[in-house]
């Protein structure tokens, strides 16, 4: 399953999957090739796409991923596909559902590979908190942390974000 940003499709001719990235740093065109966000939303459009397309599937070649970052937004990435991608991307994802599966199956303990932090501070705003007990939602980003409630905001956070400030970015 994949929730897109924004799919733009010219039915016929080609597909654009478009990101957005709010982070100050722009990463390097391998790695975004290499995540798993980049692979699953290509896969998933060439392989179930068809809806978009007047009901004709989507070619590989057809299909590219753009992020767009807002801190450099005269510098999209552009991540064209293709058919060997698409099948190698294919055979790694089936191949993580085969390994998860087989984990599932064997009653294999995850836990072991990925063993919970000691440091619960890290599962304030996780929404997968309630899987470890350690709460039944994710915290709210708006509220302080009980470190940070005994904090002088203009004092000990001078670098905070006045949103009045920000320049509004044209496009």
């Known amino acids: 399953m994949a929730k897109y940003d924004l799919i733009a499709v010219q039915p016929g001719r080609a597909a654009v999957i478009v990101d957005w990235k709010t982070g100050e740093r722009r990463p390097k065109r391998a790695w975004l090739s290499a995540r798993l966000q980049t692979r699953v939303y290509r896969y ?7 809806h978009l397309n007047d009901g004709r599937p989507l070619p590989p070649d057809r299909i590219a991923m753009l992020y767009w970052f807002a801190d450099h937004p005269g510098q999209p990435e552009r991540l064209p596909y293709s058919e060997e991608q698409y099948r190698a991307d294919g055979r790694y994802l089936l191949g993580l559902i085969a390994e998860i599966a087989a984990a599932g199956a064997t009653g294999a303990a995850l836990e072991d590979e990925f063993p919970m932090t000691d440091d619960e501070r890290r599962c304030r705003f996780c929404p997968y908190r309630s899987l470890c007990g350690r709460g039944i939602e994710a915290g709210d980003m708006a509220e302080p942390t009980l470190e940070e409630a005994d904090l002088e905001p203009e004092r000990d956070w001078p670098d905070r974000i ?5 320049g509004e970015i044209a496009f």
């Not at 006045?162 to 920000?166: A, G, H, L």
């Open 44 to 50: 998933i459009l060439t392989a179930a796409g068809a």
């Open 162 to 166: 006045d949103f009045e400030q920000v």
